[in-house]
Each structure stands twice: as C-alpha cells, then as structure tokens.
C-alpha cells in the first residue's frame, strides 16, 4: 500500500499560488496520483489526477517528476473559498490500494 | 453535486437498532465504495464493490453489512453498533483505477 506524506498545514493569502508537495516514495509502476480537497462534514471532491508530467485543468495543476516519487499540486490564486484539506493519494482504486492519509489542512487568510 | 448521492443524511440510532445507509449513482461507473470518516482521523477504506462483486474487506466489524444489488446502488446495513461508531460514512463511485467521485456522506450518531 503506497502510503504518503504531506505537510500537515499551510497558509497562504487570497491571490497568491500555493504548491502542495506530496513524497509517494513506494509508488507502483501502475499507480495514479490524485489529489481531492474536502470541505468539513463533506465528501472529498476530485481536484485532479496525473501519472507523470504535468496535467493541468480549470482549477489546479499536478506536476510529476520523472521519478514519480513526489507531487506538487499548484492552486493557482487561491481566495478565502480554497480553505479545505488537501489529500494526496497513490493507487488503484478498485483493488482498496488507496491510502488518504491525514492531507494538508490549508488556511487562506485575507 | 458530484452525482453520487447518500441518504439519509443525518442519523441518530441507538446500539440495539437496525437501520440501513443509501447511496446511489447514475454516472456508469462500475465500482463503489464505502469509506468512515471519524473526528479528526483519515478516511477509512472499509468496503469496495467492482461490478456488483465485493472486492475488499478491510476487516470491518460483522455489524457493517454492505450489499450492492447492482452497480448503481449501494447499502450498509448496520445492527447493534457501539458508541464508538459514530461517524461520517462516505460513499464513492469510479470508474475502472479511475479517481472516485463521493457522495455528501451520512452524518450517524449512536445513541
């Protein structure tokens, strides 16, 4: 099970870029790296998904190393609504290899 | 709205009730899961079901009883739950490896 490690919190201020970083050093040849944000007493959304390079969508960017043993998740101008918990996750969903983790708690302050 | 959708999604039962959580999807995905979410923990993976089939059991308590009739729908039946139960309980839905798309959850509280 490919477990992760994320920084615990982070704070930033509304328009700035905030990088999420994850380390996955145990990721597998077919795993995928997906980051979800969570709201509290909500389910978790999906943010985006990558498995190497860069990939970017309306609302973030994911940039994968060659060695694929980290992510950086890129919130471009975050504002107030950004504050959530970022989880990062590394696997195969339908065979239960997805470990959540405790994520980043990120606060965006005015 | 992710079209994953849970109900009820507030419940209070006491620890000799036998009450059942909801969740449905349209999106045409083929696996579903259940997650718990305690106060202040990571999500738990308790359950998967890829195409109808239980795939994972991540050793749940034989009091959480899942059962998926088909792919779309998805139960958890509960009976005699402890205190400690107490949760917020997650359903997903993906397609095949694909990222998963969450329901609002079920808010159950055991009395």
């Known amino acids: 099970l490919a477990k992760t490690t994320q920084p615990i919190s982070m704070d930033s201020y509304e328009g700035q870029e905030v990088n999420i970083t994850c380390s996955h050093n145990n990721i597998a040849t077919n795993d995928y790296i997906t980051w979800y944000q969570q709201f509290p007493s909500q389910g978790p959304r999906f943010i985006i998904q990558?498995?190497?390079t860069k990939v970017t969508n309306e609302v973030a960017s994911l940039f994968i190393p060659a060695d694929r043993k980290s992510s950086t998740l890129s919130l471009p101008r975050v504002s107030l609504s950004d504050t959530a918990v970022y989880y990062c996750?590394?696997?195969?969903?339908?065979?239960?290899?997805?470990?959540f983790g405790r994520g980043t708690q990120l606060t965006v302050w005015p | 709205e992710t079209g994953v959708t849970q109900t009820p999604r507030h419940l209070v039962m006491g620890m000799t009730n036998k009450k059942s959580l909801k969740c449905e999807q349209h999106?045409?995905?083929?696996?579903m899961y259940w997650y718990k979410q305690s106060a202040k923990k990571p999500l738990e993976l308790m359950f998967v079901y890829n195409f109808k089939e239980q795939t994972e059991n991540n050793s749940v308590p034989s009091r959480f009883s899942p059962e998926c009739p088909n792919s779309s729908h998805l139960f958890l039946h509960l009976h005699t739950l402890q205190p400690e139960d107490s949760a917020l309980y997650l359903c997903?839905?993906?397609?095949?490896?694909?990222?998963?798309?969450f329901g609002p959850g079920t808010r159950l509280t055991v009395t």
């Open positions: 990558g498995y190497k």
């Open positions: 999106l045409g995905h083929n696996a």
């Open positions: 996750l590394v696997g195969l969903s339908t065979l239960g290899r997805l470990y």
């Open positions: 997903a839905s993906s397609p095949p490896d694909q990222a998963q798309y």
